[in-house]
């Protein structure tokens, strides 16, 4: 049953270029886990999806290195400062689950694949470095890639079409992911061998997944989907915490 359940976490994240570590943290959580113990377990697998949904995107042509770069290279390093940093989750998990709801909601309010007019430039680095920099550090403190802060970024500031949203998703998740993993592997503990079914789930799930979203679902399933995505972490950070 946890397989399954990791399977259709990665398969639904990942069409949306998406790693899925907010579902896994979930499904690690029914486990009886401890964050200590399971943030790295998720991450891994975070790693493992995103990275399979950025080759499955970038093939199909729809990944923009220009509009990755400017968000990741504050938000790596913040990336693993949140990931050494202690904090409560539970009051963050209301703030942020209130932040995806609100989103997820604007999102579904839109009727096609972006919002109203034309795609703007991808932003300089003024804008850019501020906002990976606050993603990474939030997406460090609560062992997640950022791609569920970024993605209705990227869509409401008409930065990115819903498929190139979803490649350069994918790109930052991965690299954020690697930085938060290195932060809370120090502290927690990771048994590879007992994830070999996760694993195995984790990969069929993103291949899946992410073939589809990148060249079968049109922009209205890709926004929908991802609608969705928003609301189960915005209910599981309200409910859980980490």
């Known amino acids: 049953m946890t397989a399954l359940l990791v399977f259709l976490v990665a398969l639904v994240y990942s069409s949306v270029g998406h790693g899925g570590a907010s579902g896994y943290l979930a499904v690690l959580s029914l486990m009886g886990s401890t964050p200590s113990d399971m943030i790295p377990s998720a991450l891994c697998l975070n790693l493992l999806v995103s990275g399979t949904a950025f080759v499955s995107y970038w093939r199909a042509g729809h990944f923009d290195g220009k509009l990755l770069w400017p968000f990741a290279l504050s938000s790596i390093p913040a990336s693993y400062l949140g990931g050494m940093a202690r904090i409560p989750p539970q009051a963050y998990g209301w703030l942020l689950g209130a932040a995806l ?11 096609n694949g972006t919002v109203p007019g034309t795609l703007r430039p991808p932003p300089g680095f003024r804008a850019a470095l501020p906002i990976g920099a606050g993603i990474g550090l939030l997406s460090g403190i609560l062992g997640i890639g950022g791609g569920i802060f970024l993605s209705p970024i990227l869509l409401l500031s008409r930065w990115a079409d819903a498929k190139k949203t979803a490649a350069v998703s994918a790109g930052f998740i991965w690299l ?6 290195a932060a809370h592997a120090r502290v927690g503990t990771l048994d590879l061998a007992q994830w070999v079914p996760y694993v195995i789930a984790a990969f069929m799930g993103g291949w899946l997944g992410s073939a589809a979203g990148a060249r079968y679902f049109n922009g209205l399933v890709l926004r929908r989907l991802l609608a969705v995505v928003l609301v189960v972490a915005a209910v599981k950070l309200m409910g859980q915490g980490i």
């Open 101 to 111: 709801l609100v989103a997820a909601w604007r999102l579904a309010g839109i009727s």
């Open 176 to 181: 954020n992911s690697l930085s938060a993993f």
